[in-house]
């Protein structure tokens, strides 16, 4: 039976990523190439079957896989940050009125199609349906130099946030479908306790994962290093830790691929320093083994059963949540202002691999059946073959037909993994202010507001002399009535001891402190000496990514 299980993944490795190497001539995304070598070692030669073997590896691929999308695509803390700006509506609107549509289908609400789905199972296939992927869009739009626009920009933004709303409901209702301790499916009827400790569970875990991965992690690896000398020894830490996560998610009730997520998105965190230390073993042991497997297993299971499935059935899957992605993204748009419906339309129906892993997870764990599953993969096939060449058409004849004007609405924080797809080993001396005048605390409010308040910045350094003595945010000044703006001192609002910054760090890592403490500026000091050296800007940053030419980033 162990000679069988290895001959299946071998025969699965190899297959797949010669066809990997195949299909990229064409530039056919790699998880199309592992899924058809599953077919074709599968379904069509009965080559390989799967076995409990083989699931036992495969189930570790999908902790990794679900793992390494948190960590690549799940910004939380600048999803926090912009939740009140009209990309975060935009994303709103466009998820929720996809789900809409999308439950049409899935469920029995309307009509019944006959997927047998009980409600909670029909909202999170909808999920999938509604599903962005930020992965593609970013490629797409950092190959065809969009990704540093101002259009690129928006769509860039808007599908980071419409991604993590739509994975949230998968998740969410995946556990309360009937495959999670606090599950309450249509068994047992609707349970408010379940929801509230579902919720509680969920929150509990990502408050965990995220003190682990920032506060302790990286102590402990900088640590372990310098008093142990083991080779991979951060690699091993970090797998490590996620297969310990994964089992804690299980123990209170949460399935293992949503702590590997959770837990990924808080490693998203960690500083650029950190992750390039301890991220590369692990990359390459995903992307080598068991991605491919994952993937491939996929092509295993699927067959032309679906063709059994009524006619209208199939027609729906098909261009129902397509027409509900459109409406959503147009009634988005417009709503908010957002002058780019068709682009960011295209944006949103990008599919990637997330889809196909979520839809495999629903058919093990016996959601759906294999039909089902056969035709939705299919289904997210297209999209992934169609929708990049969509989304470069739609982007370039936007910037063709209208240039984007100085009134054209940008993000007010940056989310801090853009700098990933834009830019690379940028450090803060490349952005730094050249500005040498800042304002000074014994200037009364009124005359700081007067003088120094420029549109789109929410925050000012104020210095005395060559020392730095704090940072004050036009949020704060609105607690303080403005008949006494003339004789209150700026020293009396500042924060002190805001967050800093030095010369020679990166900046991906500074835009990161900056979404963390909700500031559009850092003072930058001497990393010896504290003293004030000048300061840098969410919009001086934007305005680099977007005056810099673009990287041919590959992001597989």
Same mark, same amino acid.
């Given at each position: 039976?162990?000679?069988?299980?290895?001959? #299946?993944? /071998?025969?699965?490795?190899?297959?797949?990523?010669?066809?990997?190497?195949?299909?990229?001539?064409?530039?056919?995304?790699?998880?199309?190439?592992?899924?058809?070598?599953?077919?074709?070692?599968?379904?069509?030669?009965?080559?390989?079957?799967?076995?409990?073997?083989?699931?036992?590896?495969?189930?570790?691929? &999908?902790?990794?896989?679900?793992?390494?999308? /948190?960590?690549?695509?799940?910004?939380?803390?600048?999803?926090?940050? !912009?939740?009140?700006?009209?990309f975060? !509506?935009?994303?709103?609107?466009?998820v929720?009125?996809?789900?809409?549509?999308?439950?049409?289908?899935?469920?029995?609400?309307?009509?019944?199609?006959?997927?047998?789905?009980?409600?909670?199972?029909?909202?999170?296939?909808?999920?999938?349906?509604?599903?962005? #992927?930020?992965?593609?869009?970013?490629?797409?739009?950092?190959?065809?130099?969009?990704?540093?626009?101002?259009?690129?920009?928006?769509?860039?933004?808007?599908?980071?946030?419409?991604?993590?709303?739509? +994975?949230?409901?998968?998740?969410?209702?995946?556990?309360?479908?009937?495959?999670?301790?606090?599950?309450?499916?249509?068994?047992?009827?609707?349970?408010l %306790?379940?929801?509230?400790?579902?919720?509680?569970?969920?929150?509990?875990?990502?408050?965990?994962?995220?003190?682990?991965?920032?506060? %302790?992690?990286?102590?402990?690896? !900088?640590?372990?290093?310098?008093?142990?000398?083991?080779?991979?020894?951060s690699?091993?830490?970090?797998?490590?830790?996620?297969?310990?996560?994964?089992? =804690?998610?299980?123990?209170?009730?949460?399935?293992?691929?949503?702590?590997?997520?959770?837990?990924?998105?808080?490693?998203?965190?960690?500083?650029?320093?950190?992750?390039?230390?301890?991220?590369?073993?692990?990359?390459?042991?995903?992307?080598?083994?068991?991605?491919? +497997?994952?993937?491939?297993?996929? /092509?295993?299971?699927?067959?032309? #059963?679906?063709?059994?499935?009524?006619?209208?059935?199939?027609?729906?899957?098909?261009?129902?949540?397509?027409?509900?992605?459109v409406?959503?993204? %147009?009634?988005?748009?417009?709503?908010?202002?957002?002058?780019?419906?068709?682009?960011?339309?295209?944006?949103?129906?990008?599919?990637?691999?997330?889809?196909?892993?979520?839809?495999?997870?629903?058919?093990?764990?016996?959601?759906?059946?294999?039909?089902?599953?056969s035709?939705?993969?299919?289904?997210?096939?297209?999209?992934?073959?169609?929708?990049?060449?969509?989304?470069?058409?739609?982007?370039?004849?936007?910037?063709?037909?209208?240039?984007?004007?100085?009134?054209?609405?940008?993000?007010?924080?940056?989310?801090?993994?853009?700098?990933?797809?834009?830019? $690379?080993?940028?450090? &803060?001396? @490349?952005?730094?202010?050249?500005?040498?005048?800042?304002?000074r605390?014994?200037?009364? !409010?009124? @005359?700081?507001?007067?003088?120094?308040?420029?549109?789109?910045?929410?925050?000012?350094?104020v210095? $005395?002399?060559?020392?730095?003595?704090?940072?004050?945010?036009?949020?704060?000044?609105?607690?303080?009535?403005?008949?006494?703006?003339?004789?209150?001192?700026?020293?009396?609002?500042? #924060?002190?001891?805001?967050?800093?910054?030095?010369?020679?760090? +990166?900046?991906?890592?500074?835009?990161?402190?900056?979404?963390?403490?909700? +500031?559009? &500026?850092?003072p930058?000091?001497?990393?010896?000496?504290?003293?004030?050296? =000048?300061?840098?800007?969410s919009r001086?940053?934007?305005?680099?990514?977007?005056?810099?030419?673009?990287?041919?980033t590959?992001?597989?």
């Open positions: 039976m162990i000679d069988d299980s290895l001959l #299946s993944i /071998g025969l699965l490795m190899l297959v797949a990523k010669l066809l990997e190497g195949l299909f990229r001539r064409g530039r056919i995304n790699s998880i199309v190439a592992y899924t058809v070598a599953g077919i074709l070692l599968g379904p069509l030669t009965g080559l390989v079957q799967p076995t409990v073997e083989l699931q036992f590896v495969l189930s570790i691929g &999908v902790f990794i896989f679900f793992f390494l999308i /948190g960590l690549d695509e799940i910004d939380i803390t600048s999803f926090v940050a !912009v939740i009140r700006g009209r975060f !509506v935009a994303a709103t609107i466009s929720l009125i996809s789900l809409a549509v999308g439950l049409t289908v899935t469920s029995d609400i309307l009509i019944d199609f006959g997927l047998g789905l009980d409600f909670p199972q029909a909202v999170a296939l909808a999920g999938i349906l509604a599903l962005s #992927s930020l992965g593609v869009v970013a490629k797409v739009l950092a190959d065809d130099g969009r990704l540093r626009e101002p259009i690129g920009l928006q769509i860039f933004t808007t599908v980071i946030i419409a991604e993590l709303i739509a +994975l949230l409901v998968v998740g969410f209702t995946f556990e309360t479908s009937g495959h999670g301790a606090f599950a309450f499916g249509s068994q047992d009827g609707f349970s %306790v379940g929801v509230l400790m579902l919720l509680g569970g969920i929150v509990g875990f990502t408050v965990a994962s995220w003190l682990l991965s920032t506060r %302790v992690l990286p102590h402990v690896i !900088v640590f372990l290093k310098r008093v142990l000398n083991v080779p991979q020894l690699f091993g830490l970090l797998l490590g830790g996620l297969f310990l996560m994964v089992v =804690g998610a299980e123990k209170i009730g949460l399935h293992g691929t949503l702590g590997a997520l959770l837990f990924g998105a808080s490693l998203s965190r960690l500083p650029r320093q950190v992750r390039q230390d301890v991220l590369p073993g692990i990359r390459s042991t995903a992307e080598g083994l068991f991605v491919p +497997l994952f993937f491939a297993s996929a /092509g295993l299971h699927l067959s032309l #059963s679906f063709t059994a499935l009524p006619l209208w059935t199939i027609v729906a899957l098909v261009t129902v949540p397509m027409l509900g992605k409406l959503g993204a %147009v009634v988005g748009a417009q709503l908010t202002r957002l002058n780019i419906s068709l682009p960011l339309a295209t944006g949103l129906m990008a599919k990637g691999a997330a889809e196909i892993a979520l839809l495999l997870l629903f058919f093990n764990a016996g959601i759906i059946e294999q039909d089902l599953f035709l939705l993969v299919l289904i997210m096939f297209g999209y992934i073959i169609l929708m990049p060449p969509a989304i470069s058409y739609t982007v370039r004849r936007a910037t063709r037909t209208a240039e984007p004007s100085a009134e054209t609405p940008m993000p007010d924080f940056l989310p801090p993994n853009l700098l990933r797809f834009a830019l $690379d080993a940028v450090t &803060v001396r @490349d952005v730094m202010s050249s500005i040498n005048h800042y304002a605390p014994t200037m009364s !409010v009124r @005359d700081f507001a007067d003088r120094w308040v420029v549109p789109q910045q929410q925050d000012y350094v210095v $005395d002399g060559d020392e730095l003595v704090g940072v004050v945010s036009l949020g704060k000044l609105r607690y303080l009535p403005k008949s006494e703006w003339a004789s209150t001192p700026l020293r009396n609002v500042v #924060s002190r001891e805001p967050p800093t910054a030095s010369l020679d760090e +990166l900046l991906e890592d500074v835009l990161q402190r900056m979404t963390e403490h909700g +500031l559009t &500026v850092l930058i000091v001497d990393e010896d000496t504290g003293a004030f050296r =000048g300061s840098v800007t001086e940053i934007l305005n680099l990514i977007i005056q810099s030419p673009t990287s041919a590959d992001m597989g």
